[in-house]
């Protein structure tokens, strides 16, 4: 008895374990991972405006790579920025007010799709989404811990009751 117990506890914190976010998932600012081309010599050049488009003069931009800070640069009067000597993959671009996740790759292997430029939106209120907190989807993502605990309780408890069939029938 006591090992099913334990594989039914198991379970049920494995089902709650898959309603929490990855870290990538995380991310706040411009909208979503996109492919962006690095110019030669590993030139990653970029704009940061706010919310209603107007470039950000003098703003940090600090890009991450695997959790570490590779290059820290500022934009210049027109919300421009560059960094040289980014290889490909995958990286965080940050402000003090947003980020983006950005795919670089080399200029000679970067997809037709590739932006020859990054975008980062800074500012609190920037929505990634239309529409979706008004299905059960939306409901589901903006609720992560009631439906992880709404999915644990639903294996769990017939779990339970099954083990607990079995023990009076001894």
Request: proline share 4%.
């Amino acid at each position: 008895m006591k090992h099913q117990w334990v594989g039914t506890m198991a379970a049920a914190i494995a089902c709650m374990g898959t309603a929490f976010p990855t870290a990538g998932l995380a991310a706040t600012g411009a909208a979503g991972n996109h492919d962006v081309a690095l110019r030669e010599g590993g030139v990653l050049v970029g704009q940061v405006v706010n919310q209603q488009g107007v470039a950000k003069a003098n703003a940090d931009v600090s890009i991450r790579y695997a959790n570490h800070e590779v290059v820290r640069t500022t934009t210049d009067e027109n919300g421009v920025f560059a960094a040289k000597g980014l290889r490909g993959g995958q990286y965080e671009l940050m402000t003090d007010e947003g980020a983006s996740s950005c795919r670089l790759w080399a200029a000679d292997t970067a997809p037709p799709a590739a932006r020859p430029a990054a975008l980062l939106v800074s500012g609190d209120n920037v929505v990634r989404g239309q529409g979706v907190a008004r299905s059960w989807v939306g409901w589901m993502k903006a609720h992560p811990y009631l439906t992880a605990g709404t999915v644990a309780a639903a294996v769990a408890i017939p779990l339970a009751l099954a083990d607990d069939d079995d023990d009076q029938g001894s």
